[in-house]
Protein backbone atom coordinates (compact mmCIF):
# COMPACT_ATOMS: atom_id res chain seq x y z
CA UNK A 1 0.00 0.00 0.00
CA UNK A 2 1.27 3.33 -0.87
CA UNK A 3 1.27 6.15 1.68
CA UNK A 4 0.70 9.88 0.91
CA UNK A 5 3.34 11.80 1.45
CA UNK A 6 2.68 15.56 3.15
CA UNK A 7 5.55 17.95 3.36
CA UNK A 8 4.68 20.79 5.87
CA UNK A 9 5.62 25.16 5.25
CA UNK A 10 8.94 25.54 7.41
CA UNK A 11 8.57 26.39 10.97
CA UNK A 12 5.03 24.14 10.80
CA UNK A 13 6.76 21.11 12.30
CA UNK A 14 6.85 22.37 16.12
CA UNK A 15 3.72 21.93 17.19
CA UNK A 16 3.64 18.08 15.58
CA UNK A 17 6.62 17.33 17.83
CA UNK A 18 4.69 19.05 20.65
CA UNK A 19 1.90 16.37 20.34
CA UNK A 20 -0.75 19.10 18.37
CA UNK A 21 -2.69 16.04 16.35
CA UNK A 22 -3.85 18.44 13.30
CA UNK A 23 -2.26 19.95 10.28
CA UNK A 24 -4.48 22.30 8.62
CA UNK A 25 -4.62 22.69 4.57
CA UNK A 26 -2.76 25.75 4.36
CA UNK A 27 0.29 24.25 6.09
CA UNK A 28 1.08 22.14 3.70
CA UNK A 29 3.99 23.07 1.17
CA UNK A 30 3.87 20.22 -0.80
CA UNK A 31 1.36 16.74 -1.10
CA UNK A 32 1.91 13.30 -2.47
CA UNK A 33 -1.23 11.99 -2.83
CA UNK A 34 -1.90 8.11 -2.69
CA UNK A 35 -4.01 6.75 0.29
CA UNK A 36 -4.91 7.24 3.60
CA UNK A 37 -2.11 6.45 5.59
CA UNK A 38 0.29 9.50 5.36
CA UNK A 39 3.55 10.14 6.17
CA UNK A 40 4.66 13.98 7.62
CA UNK A 41 7.75 15.45 6.90
CA UNK A 42 8.74 19.05 7.56
CA UNK A 43 10.46 21.76 5.46
CA UNK A 44 14.03 19.62 4.87
CA UNK A 45 12.57 16.43 4.14
CA UNK A 46 13.06 14.72 7.82
CA UNK A 47 10.34 12.35 8.53
CA UNK A 48 7.99 13.45 11.59
CA UNK A 49 5.29 11.49 11.61
CA UNK A 50 2.43 9.13 10.68
CA UNK A 51 -0.97 10.00 10.20
CA UNK A 52 -4.64 9.68 8.56
CA UNK A 53 -5.10 12.09 5.31
CA UNK A 54 -8.39 13.73 4.80
CA UNK A 55 -8.76 15.28 1.23
CA UNK A 56 -11.72 17.40 1.71
CA UNK A 57 -11.13 18.35 5.09
CA UNK A 58 -9.96 21.27 6.04
CA UNK A 59 -8.06 19.31 8.38
CA UNK A 60 -5.97 17.49 6.01
CA UNK A 61 -4.13 15.18 8.21
CA UNK A 62 -4.32 13.93 12.04
CA UNK A 63 -1.36 12.82 13.90
CA UNK A 64 -1.35 8.81 14.94
CA UNK A 65 2.48 8.38 15.91
CA UNK A 66 5.49 10.09 15.82
CA UNK A 67 7.95 8.63 12.72
CA UNK A 68 7.15 5.47 10.81
CA UNK A 69 4.77 3.44 11.75
CA UNK A 70 2.67 0.45 9.83
CA UNK A 71 -0.79 1.07 10.05
CA UNK A 72 -2.46 -2.12 9.96
CA UNK A 73 -4.87 -4.20 12.44
CA UNK A 74 -2.03 -4.77 14.80
CA UNK A 75 -1.80 -1.37 15.21
CA UNK A 76 -5.54 -0.54 15.85
CA UNK A 77 -5.52 -3.21 18.06
CA UNK A 78 -2.56 -1.82 20.21
CA UNK A 79 -3.95 1.23 20.84
CA UNK A 80 -7.82 -0.08 20.91
CA UNK A 81 -6.11 -2.90 24.61
CA UNK A 82 -4.43 0.63 25.79
CA UNK A 83 -7.09 2.44 25.66
CA UNK A 84 -9.56 -0.41 27.58
CA UNK A 85 -6.55 -0.47 30.13
CA UNK A 86 -6.46 3.10 31.12
CA UNK A 87 -10.29 2.95 31.40
CA UNK A 88 -10.30 0.07 33.81
CA UNK A 89 -11.04 1.63 36.64
CA UNK A 90 -14.67 3.27 35.28
CA UNK A 91 -16.68 2.71 38.11
CA UNK A 92 -19.96 2.14 34.83
CA UNK A 93 -20.78 -0.85 32.03
CA UNK A 94 -20.75 1.92 29.93
CA UNK A 95 -18.04 4.42 29.18
CA UNK A 96 -16.23 5.84 26.05
CA UNK A 97 -13.61 3.45 24.90
CA UNK A 98 -11.79 5.54 22.42
CA UNK A 99 -11.79 9.20 22.06
CA UNK A 100 -10.63 10.30 18.76
CA UNK A 101 -7.36 12.71 19.09
CA UNK A 102 -7.00 11.90 22.99
CA UNK A 103 -6.52 8.72 22.10
CA UNK A 104 -4.27 9.63 19.28
CA UNK A 105 -6.82 7.81 16.87
CA UNK A 106 -7.86 10.72 15.69
CA UNK A 107 -11.62 10.57 14.07
CA UNK A 108 -12.22 7.35 15.77
CA UNK A 109 -15.12 7.50 18.78
CA UNK A 110 -15.94 3.72 20.52
CA UNK A 111 -18.56 3.76 23.20
CA UNK A 112 -18.79 0.90 25.20
CA UNK A 113 -21.99 0.00 26.45
CA UNK A 114 -21.80 -3.31 28.25
CA UNK A 115 -20.51 -6.21 25.40
CA UNK A 116 -21.50 -4.16 22.59
CA UNK A 117 -19.56 -0.86 20.80
CA UNK A 118 -21.20 2.20 19.37
CA UNK A 119 -18.51 3.71 16.88
CA UNK A 120 -18.26 7.18 15.47
CA UNK A 121 -16.04 8.16 12.56
CA UNK A 122 -15.58 11.96 12.48
CA UNK A 123 -12.80 12.25 9.57
CA UNK A 124 -12.36 10.98 5.79
CA UNK A 125 -8.87 9.71 6.86
CA UNK A 126 -10.35 7.34 9.50
CA UNK A 127 -13.70 6.47 7.49
CA UNK A 128 -11.06 5.16 4.70
CA UNK A 129 -9.94 2.87 7.65
CA UNK A 130 -12.78 1.94 8.74
CA UNK A 131 -12.80 -1.94 7.95
CA UNK A 132 -9.51 -2.49 9.54
CA UNK A 133 -10.84 -0.88 12.65
CA UNK A 134 -13.64 -2.95 12.47
CA UNK A 135 -11.76 -6.35 12.47
CA UNK A 136 -9.30 -4.55 15.41
CA UNK A 137 -12.16 -4.40 18.01
CA UNK A 138 -13.60 -7.46 16.67
CA UNK A 139 -10.29 -9.08 17.65
CA UNK A 140 -9.71 -7.36 20.53
CA UNK A 141 -12.74 -7.27 22.59
CA UNK A 142 -15.18 -9.62 20.49
CA UNK A 143 -18.04 -7.40 21.27
CA UNK A 144 -21.72 -8.84 20.93
CA UNK A 145 -22.52 -5.91 18.63
CA UNK A 146 -20.76 -3.11 16.85
CA UNK A 147 -23.65 0.31 15.81
CA UNK A 148 -22.65 3.06 14.00
CA UNK A 149 -23.76 6.40 14.47
CA UNK A 150 -22.03 8.56 12.32
CA UNK A 151 -25.27 10.56 11.89
CA UNK A 152 -24.11 13.69 13.02
CA UNK A 153 -24.00 16.80 10.46
CA UNK A 154 -19.50 17.62 11.36
CA UNK A 155 -19.43 15.01 8.48
CA UNK A 156 -20.32 16.93 5.75
CA UNK A 157 -17.35 18.94 6.35
CA UNK A 158 -15.64 15.70 5.73
CA UNK A 159 -16.85 15.33 2.29
CA UNK A 160 -18.85 12.45 3.86
CA UNK A 161 -22.22 11.10 4.39
CA UNK A 162 -24.24 11.01 7.97
CA UNK A 163 -24.23 7.10 8.26
CA UNK A 164 -26.09 5.36 10.92
CA UNK A 165 -26.81 1.23 10.90
CA UNK A 166 -25.54 -2.17 12.18
CA UNK A 167 -21.95 -3.56 11.57
CA UNK A 168 -21.38 -6.35 13.79
CA UNK A 169 -24.64 -8.12 14.77
CA UNK A 170 -28.01 -6.15 16.14
CA UNK A 171 -27.98 -4.07 19.18
CA UNK A 172 -31.06 -4.30 21.64
CA UNK A 173 -33.26 -1.35 20.79
CA UNK A 174 -33.11 -0.79 24.40
CA UNK A 175 -30.43 -2.18 26.83
CA UNK A 176 -29.99 -1.80 30.29
CA UNK A 177 -26.21 0.15 31.72
CA UNK A 178 -24.86 0.42 35.07
CA UNK A 179 -23.09 3.80 36.44
CA UNK A 180 -21.96 4.06 39.73
CA UNK A 181 -24.41 1.33 40.80
CA UNK A 182 -27.43 2.82 39.09
CA UNK A 183 -29.40 1.57 36.33
CA UNK A 184 -30.38 3.27 32.99
CA UNK A 185 -32.32 1.96 30.32
CA UNK A 186 -30.10 3.38 26.98
CA UNK A 187 -31.61 3.75 23.20
CA UNK A 188 -28.30 3.62 21.34
CA UNK A 189 -29.83 3.09 17.77
CA UNK A 190 -32.71 6.31 18.51
CA UNK A 191 -31.34 8.34 21.12
CA UNK A 192 -28.97 11.55 20.79
CA UNK A 193 -25.34 11.10 20.85
CA UNK A 194 -24.30 7.54 21.25
CA UNK A 195 -27.53 7.20 23.18
CA UNK A 196 -26.65 8.43 27.05
CA UNK A 197 -24.27 11.32 28.20
CA UNK A 198 -21.37 9.22 29.12
CA UNK A 199 -19.28 12.38 29.93
CA UNK A 200 -21.81 13.14 32.93
CA UNK A 201 -20.98 10.24 35.01
CA UNK A 202 -18.69 12.34 37.10
CA UNK A 203 -20.75 15.38 37.30
CA UNK A 204 -23.90 13.21 38.33
CA UNK A 205 -21.90 11.85 40.93
CA UNK A 206 -20.71 15.12 42.23
CA UNK A 207 -24.34 17.09 42.26
CA UNK A 208 -25.52 13.38 44.29
CA UNK A 209 -22.79 14.48 46.57
CA UNK A 210 -24.61 18.12 47.36
CA UNK A 211 -28.23 16.26 48.16
CA UNK A 212 -29.66 16.38 51.05
CA UNK A 213 -32.90 13.90 51.83
CA UNK A 214 -36.17 16.28 50.96
CA UNK A 215 -34.13 18.78 48.32
CA UNK A 216 -36.04 20.51 45.89
CA UNK A 217 -34.48 19.85 42.59
CA UNK A 218 -34.97 21.01 38.93
CA UNK A 219 -33.11 18.92 36.54
CA UNK A 220 -33.08 21.52 33.18
CA UNK A 221 -32.20 19.85 30.32
CA UNK A 222 -32.67 16.34 31.79
CA UNK A 223 -32.36 14.30 28.61
CA UNK A 224 -33.08 10.58 29.86
CA UNK A 225 -32.88 11.90 33.64
CA UNK A 226 -29.02 11.26 34.44
CA UNK A 227 -28.97 13.67 37.46
CA UNK A 228 -32.85 13.41 38.03
CA UNK A 229 -32.30 9.71 38.98
CA UNK A 230 -29.11 10.16 41.14
CA UNK A 231 -30.80 13.44 43.34
CA UNK A 232 -34.12 10.86 43.01
CA UNK A 233 -31.98 8.50 45.02
CA UNK A 234 -30.67 10.83 47.70
CA UNK A 235 -34.18 11.37 48.71
CA UNK A 236 -34.71 14.53 46.07
CA UNK A 237 -38.01 15.89 44.58
CA UNK A 238 -36.92 16.20 41.28
CA UNK A 239 -38.75 18.03 38.55
CA UNK A 240 -36.89 17.24 34.66
CA UNK A 241 -37.30 19.47 31.78
CA UNK A 242 -36.28 18.50 28.31
CA UNK A 243 -38.07 18.85 24.87
CA UNK A 244 -37.30 15.34 23.71
CA UNK A 245 -40.50 13.78 25.01
CA UNK A 246 -38.98 10.30 23.98
CA UNK A 247 -35.86 10.88 26.45
CA UNK A 248 -38.58 12.50 29.15
CA UNK A 249 -39.95 8.87 29.09
CA UNK A 250 -37.40 7.08 28.98
CA UNK A 251 -36.19 9.49 32.20
CA UNK A 252 -39.48 8.20 33.81
CA UNK A 253 -38.77 4.40 32.68
CA UNK A 254 -35.45 5.10 34.29
CA UNK A 255 -37.37 6.59 37.87
CA UNK A 256 -39.02 3.16 37.45
CA UNK A 257 -36.39 0.86 36.85
CA UNK A 258 -34.53 2.75 40.12
CA UNK A 259 -37.30 2.42 42.23
CA UNK A 260 -37.66 6.10 42.44
CA UNK A 261 -40.22 8.96 40.91
CA UNK A 262 -39.35 12.17 39.29
CA UNK A 263 -41.89 14.76 38.31
CA UNK A 264 -41.24 15.65 34.07
CA UNK A 265 -42.10 18.16 31.62
CA UNK A 266 -41.83 18.47 28.34
CA UNK A 267 -41.36 22.28 28.05
CA UNK A 268 -38.06 24.75 26.72
CA UNK A 269 -35.94 25.06 29.71
CA UNK A 270 -35.28 28.67 29.33
CA UNK A 271 -39.35 29.68 28.61
CA UNK A 272 -40.08 27.34 31.91
CA UNK A 273 -37.42 29.01 34.15
CA UNK A 274 -38.42 32.66 32.73
CA UNK A 275 -42.06 32.12 34.21
CA UNK A 276 -41.22 29.26 37.14
CA UNK A 277 -42.17 31.03 40.97
CA UNK A 278 -41.07 28.15 43.12
CA UNK A 279 -37.94 27.84 45.12
CA UNK A 280 -35.05 25.48 44.43
CA UNK A 281 -32.43 23.68 46.66
CA UNK A 282 -30.35 22.80 43.77
CA UNK A 283 -30.49 23.38 39.83
CA UNK A 284 -29.01 21.76 37.44
CA UNK A 285 -28.49 23.68 33.64
CA UNK A 286 -26.91 21.35 31.29
CA UNK A 287 -28.12 22.17 27.97
CA UNK A 288 -26.59 21.73 24.80
CA UNK A 289 -23.38 22.41 22.38
CA UNK A 290 -25.09 25.85 21.43
CA UNK A 291 -21.85 26.50 19.71
CA UNK A 292 -20.36 24.25 17.86
CA UNK A 293 -18.65 27.11 15.60
CA UNK A 294 -16.63 29.89 16.21
CA UNK A 295 -19.60 31.97 15.25
CA UNK A 296 -21.96 31.02 17.90
CA UNK A 297 -19.75 31.77 20.58
CA UNK A 298 -21.77 34.66 21.53
CA UNK A 299 -25.13 32.86 22.01
CA UNK A 300 -23.52 30.09 24.23
CA UNK A 301 -22.56 32.67 26.27
CA UNK A 302 -25.77 34.42 26.20
CA UNK A 303 -27.37 31.50 27.19
CA UNK A 304 -24.68 30.84 30.12
CA UNK A 305 -25.63 34.31 31.24
CA UNK A 306 -29.25 34.30 31.18
CA UNK A 307 -29.43 30.51 32.61
CA UNK A 308 -27.51 32.19 35.48
CA UNK A 309 -29.62 35.08 35.44
CA UNK A 310 -33.19 33.13 35.65
CA UNK A 311 -31.96 30.40 37.83
CA UNK A 312 -29.91 32.45 40.80
CA UNK A 313 -34.09 33.86 42.43
CA UNK A 314 -35.06 30.71 41.94
CA UNK A 315 -32.68 29.39 44.35
CA UNK A 316 -32.61 29.82 48.82
CA UNK A 317 -29.93 31.30 50.07
CA UNK A 318 -26.91 28.74 50.25
CA UNK A 319 -28.72 27.08 47.19
CA UNK A 320 -26.74 24.96 44.32
CA UNK A 321 -26.46 26.08 40.69
CA UNK A 322 -25.19 23.93 38.73
CA UNK A 323 -24.32 24.85 34.76
CA UNK A 324 -22.24 22.87 32.13
CA UNK A 325 -20.80 23.66 28.65
CA UNK A 326 -20.24 21.50 26.88
CA UNK A 327 -18.70 23.30 23.74
CA UNK A 328 -14.83 24.28 23.43
CA UNK A 329 -16.06 28.05 22.16
CA UNK A 330 -16.45 29.07 25.22
CA UNK A 331 -13.39 28.36 28.09
CA UNK A 332 -13.66 27.93 32.13
CA UNK A 333 -13.05 31.52 32.10
CA UNK A 334 -15.40 32.69 29.89
CA UNK A 335 -18.37 30.56 31.95
CA UNK A 336 -17.26 32.16 35.27
CA UNK A 337 -17.26 36.45 33.80
CA UNK A 338 -20.63 35.13 32.18
CA UNK A 339 -21.69 33.92 35.56
CA UNK A 340 -20.43 36.67 37.11
CA UNK A 341 -22.37 39.45 34.77
CA UNK A 342 -25.36 37.30 35.57
CA UNK A 343 -24.74 37.53 39.09
CA UNK A 344 -23.90 41.33 39.30
CA UNK A 345 -27.47 41.95 37.35
CA UNK A 346 -29.16 40.29 39.76
CA UNK A 347 -27.09 41.93 42.63
CA UNK A 348 -27.16 38.24 44.05
CA UNK A 349 -23.94 37.50 45.23
CA UNK A 350 -22.67 33.72 44.12
CA UNK A 351 -18.92 31.93 45.32
CA UNK A 352 -18.10 29.27 42.81
CA UNK A 353 -17.68 26.30 44.88
CA UNK A 354 -16.38 23.71 41.93
CA UNK A 355 -15.20 23.09 38.64
CA UNK A 356 -15.10 20.34 37.40
CA UNK A 357 -14.42 18.57 32.99
CA UNK A 358 -15.17 15.23 31.58
CA UNK A 359 -14.26 12.30 32.97
CA UNK A 360 -11.24 10.04 32.76
CA UNK A 361 -12.65 8.27 29.42
CA UNK A 362 -12.38 11.33 27.87
CA UNK A 363 -9.08 12.10 28.52
CA UNK A 364 -8.42 16.05 27.95
CA UNK A 365 -5.04 15.85 26.54
CA UNK A 366 -3.23 19.35 27.22
CA UNK A 367 -1.29 18.99 23.90
CA UNK A 368 -4.74 19.68 22.02
CA UNK A 369 -6.67 22.49 23.81
CA UNK A 370 -9.81 21.13 21.77
CA UNK A 371 -9.99 18.60 23.93
CA UNK A 372 -11.49 19.76 26.72
CA UNK A 373 -15.22 20.68 25.81
CA UNK A 374 -17.07 19.72 29.22
CA UNK A 375 -16.73 22.18 31.63
CA UNK A 376 -19.33 23.11 34.52
CA UNK A 377 -19.60 25.44 37.50
CA UNK A 378 -20.77 24.45 40.86
CA UNK A 379 -22.19 27.99 41.99
CA UNK A 380 -23.75 28.30 45.32
CA UNK A 381 -26.19 31.16 46.14
CA UNK A 382 -24.35 33.51 48.56
CA UNK A 383 -26.14 35.68 51.22
CA UNK A 384 -27.02 38.92 50.56
CA UNK A 385 -25.34 42.04 51.45
N1 LIG B 1 -28.15 16.16 31.52
C1 LIG B 1 -28.39 15.09 30.56
C2 LIG B 1 -27.83 15.43 29.19
C3 LIG B 1 -28.40 16.69 28.59
S1 LIG B 1 -28.17 16.81 26.88
C4 LIG B 1 -27.82 13.78 31.10
O1 LIG B 1 -27.11 13.78 32.13
O2 LIG B 1 -28.07 12.74 30.49
C5 LIG B 1 -29.10 18.19 26.41
C6 LIG B 1 -30.59 17.99 26.39
O3 LIG B 1 -31.20 19.24 26.15
C7 LIG B 1 -31.15 17.06 25.31
O4 LIG B 1 -31.89 16.05 25.94
C8 LIG B 1 -32.07 17.94 24.46
O5 LIG B 1 -33.27 17.28 24.09
C9 LIG B 1 -32.40 19.04 25.43
N2 LIG B 1 -32.81 20.35 24.90
C10 LIG B 1 -32.31 21.01 23.83
N3 LIG B 1 -32.85 22.25 23.75
C11 LIG B 1 -33.70 22.38 24.81
C12 LIG B 1 -34.53 23.42 25.30
N4 LIG B 1 -34.59 24.61 24.67
N5 LIG B 1 -35.24 23.22 26.42
C13 LIG B 1 -35.16 22.02 27.06
N6 LIG B 1 -34.41 21.00 26.64
C14 LIG B 1 -33.67 21.16 25.54
Redesign the pocket.
Known sequence: MRETVIQLKRGKERKILNLYPWVYRDEVAYLREAGAVSHLYDRRGRLLATGLYSPSSRVIWRFLSLGKVKVDRSFFKKRILEAVAYRKHVPATAYRLVFSESDFLGGLIVDRYNNGLVIQIRSEGMERMKGVVVDALVEALSPSFIYERSDMEGRWEEGLKPVKGPIVGDAPNILTITENGIKFYVDVVGG?KTG??LD?RRS?QYVASLVKEGFKVLD?????G??SIYAALKGAKVLA????EA?IRLAQENARLNGVSVSVLV????KFLMSDRDTYDLIVA???AIAKRKDARKSLLGAIWKLTYYSLPRLREGGHLYLCSCSYQASLQDMITYVRFASTDRKIPIYIAATLIQPEDHPFLPHFPESLYLKCLHVVRAPSR
Open positions: LFYQRLFSYSGFVDTNAADAFDPP
